[in-house]
């Protein structure tokens, strides 16, 4: 392994490589900070800018957007509660009470520890250990699928501890919401009542944006008052990577989860920052922590979803299979040099593959130093008036949104969700629960139907599979966990 990231650095050092790492790095950070429109639509638009130039040097400034837009979607929702990117919602919980509290510099710092360490170790064990990690997502069938899904969706249990039948409801509207569109499964629409637009089915973005991002908008029109209630910044950004790595197991623990479901094809980054930031609330001895301000609130969520990104590079590499839509565009770009994905391309082309893999790295420290360069510029942003905050961010909020599909339709929806979600968080709804649903409905339903077929129907037979047995048993003592420890605090 090590004479292999040699070859890798020794090719991903050259100016040439380092200056379209600098470039997709760059605008990774910009298209991060704006919510909705993430990096998809940015490698997008430049896969046909990369015809022409050399296959390592296109992958790896597609590369660098997506990292650095990962990374950078932090930023927004850390100081406004503004999720630049779906993959960091989670982060808003506990990286927007510390801007409250003055200390978004330090929240920031945190951030990009997690993001830089959850890259690199991610990276690192997705290079040491690619054969028995595919040998493991291979084994997944659909009905293995269902019953991630199904632990996925017993995460509300424990993020609505505090109020379970309110959590139960939005969840299921989540649900609810992601049936609506064409079947899957047997193609049919539903639920569209003869609407156009919501045939293709209701996005994540607009519904992320509205619930968070407008949401919020409306709450500082409401109360005049700067992000910021102490009216100061205090901390430093790197008191906050110092601090990063005085949590080192929620650390190892995020980034491990994130590689677990890295590997696993459909899951996705979301569900890794949501699921790991469960599991560290619920591993926590001050659970009442988390939402008011806990460091390692921050930490998991971002921790988890860099390294899935990372890990989500295994099924595309070698099984030509995406872990997810910014794998899909590299084996596009992959596919548009004349290359297969496969066993064969780390024999035939070792310098592009560790070249590729190294360069991951090298962009992980590049966006790490320019977040830190930047930081203290971007902070400044909780200390503005609202009424200067609202409507600029507002108008970037529905350009994000619109510059998704390119639909007027989702900048209404954005709106809906908005209002819903002030009025939900005013009556004690909280709007998490409903994110899980919409993002998990569509696996599980789809999971399950397909696994109901390859069992013939047999739903007992489908269920009892080992992996799927475990997988439902983890999800069953999580939420009896949550419930038995919701009773000894109320006995308490």
């Known amino acids: 392994m090590i004479d292999n990231l040699l070859l890798g650095f020794s090719v991903a050092l050259h100016w040439d490589q380092l200056l379209f790492m600098l470039l997709g790095t760059l605008g990774g950070m910009w298209v991060g900070v704006i919510p909705g429109l993430g990096p998809i639509t940015a490698m997008a638009l430049l896969i046909p800018f990369t015809f022409t130039m050399d296959p390592l040097s296109a992958l790896l400034m597609l590369a660098s957007i997506s990292a650095a837009a990962n990374c950078s979607g ?285 360069g991951l790295m090298i962009g992980a420290l590049m966006f790490a130093a320019m977040g830190l360069l930047m930081t203290n510029l971007f902070a400044k942003v909780t200390l503005v008036r609202a009424e200067i905050l609202a409507p600029v961010f507002l108008v970037v909020s529905f350009a994000g949104v619109y510059a998704q599909e390119q639909r007027l339709f989702d900048v209404f929806l954005a709106v809906g969700f908005g209002i819903f979600g002030y009025l939900a968080r005013r009556f004690g709804y909280p709007v998490v629960p409903l994110v899980i649903g919409l993002v998990l409905g569509t696996l599980a339903e789809t999971s399950f139907h397909q696994g109901l077929t390859i069992a013939g129907g047999d739903v007992g037979s489908m269920l009892l599979r080992p992996g799927t047995a475990g997988l439902l048993g983890a999800a069953l003592l999580l939420v009896a966990w949550t419930v038995w420890g919701a009773l000894r605090d109320r006995r308490a």
């Open 74 to 358: 932090s930023f927004t929702s850390i100081l406004l509660n503004v999720p630049g990117e779906s993959t960091a919602a989670a982060t808003c919980f506990d990286g927007y009470p510390m801007s409250r509290q003055g200390r978004a510099r330090v929240a920031i710092g945190l951030s990009i520890g997690a993001s830089l360490f959850g890259a690199l170790a991610g990276m690192l064990a997705v290079i040491a250990l690619t054969q028995p990690l595919l040998a493991l997502a291979k084994a997944f069938s659909p009905a293995e699928y269902f019953a991630l899904a199904v632990l996925g969706l017993s995460v509300v249990a424990v993020l609505s501890r505090e109020a379970p039948v309110q959590g139960i409801i939005m969840a299921a509207l989540g649900l609810c919401l992601s049936f609506v569109g064409v079947d899957s499964v047997v193609g049919e629409v539903r639920f569209a009542f003869g609407v156009l637009e919501l045939q293709s089915g209701i996005g994540l973005v607009p519904v992320t944006v509205g619930l968070f991002a407008v949401s919020e908008i409306i709450g500082w029109i409401v109360t005049r008052e700067r992000v910021s209630q102490v009216g100061e910044l205090t901390g430093s950004v790197m008191q906050g990577v110092v601090d990063t790595f005085r949590y080192p197991v929620a650390l190892v623990r995020s980034t491990l989860l994130g590689i677990g479901i890295g590997i696993t094809p459909g899951v996705g980054a979301v569900a890794a920052s949501f699921l790991a930031y469960a599991v560290e609330k619920r591993a926590s001895r001050t659970p009442e922590r988390f939402g008011q301000g806990a460091p390692e609130g921050v930490i998991a969520p971002e921790a988890a979803n860099n390294s899935a990104v990372c890990a989500s590079l295994v099924p595309a590499l070698t099984l030509g299979i995406p872990g997810g839509a910014t794998s899909a565009l590299l084996l596009v770009a992959l596919t548009i040099h004349g290359l297969r994905p496969g066993t064969m391309l780390f024999t035939s082309q070792p310098d592009l593959i560790w070249g590729f893999f190294a």
